[in-house]
């Protein structure tokens, strides 16, 4: 579907204007890192389930006029210091065409919508990373891109403020 054949509805003022129109053009694996320190002892059965820490941070940059990159960043560490059974580190991201947004619209769509759409792709490499070094799958539950958009505002916000001179 080309731009040229974006549907347009009329506006208050009786104007035309584009509707929003939202593509992934490419979606792909940027970077990914797997450590498995104490193989093969750490495959050995255990008596008790290392604590499972998960971070994910989100980002998109300009491509072009319409075209942006949205990354979505996963790290996830089974243990801590000597006792790390696993560390994997998955950076995903893909190209997304946005068109007819408004310009308020476009930051909040390309950091929560962006890696919605992308996160269940994102899911299964880290899974099949974790199983392929031994370990059962790493299934990572769904995430509230919404409130990590919001987080990430207010951390931004408070950045702001502490540079601000008095």
Do not use: C, W
Not at 126 to 135: K, Q, S, W
Request: no cysteine; net charge negative.
């Amino acid at each position: 579907m080309s731009d040229a054949s974006t549907p347009i509805e009329p506006g208050a003022d009786g104007a035309t204007a584009p509707q929003p129109s939202v593509r992934v053009l490419a979606q792909y694996i940027k970077d990914l890192s797997f450590e498995n320190p104490k193989a093969p002892m750490s495959l050995q059965k255990k008596d008790n389930t290392p604590a499972i820490n998960i971070g994910v941070n989100v980002g998109a940059k300009n491509l072009g006029e319409n075209d942006y990159e949205v990354t979505l960043s996963m790290d996830a560490k089974a243990g801590e210091g000597d006792d790390l059974a696993f560390e994997v580190e998955l950076v995903y991201a893909g190209v997304i065409r946005a068109t007819g947004m408004k310009p308020e619209h476009l930051q909040p769509f390309l950091l929560i919508e962006g890696p919605r759409l992308l996160f269940p792709f994102a899911r299964q490499v880290l899974a099949d990373a974790v199983r392929a070094g031994g370990f059962p799958p790493l299934m990572v539950d769904p995430i509230d891109f919404v409130a990590l958009y919001r987080r990430n505002m207010e951390r931004a916000k408070e950045q702001q403020g502490g540079a601000a001179p008095n």
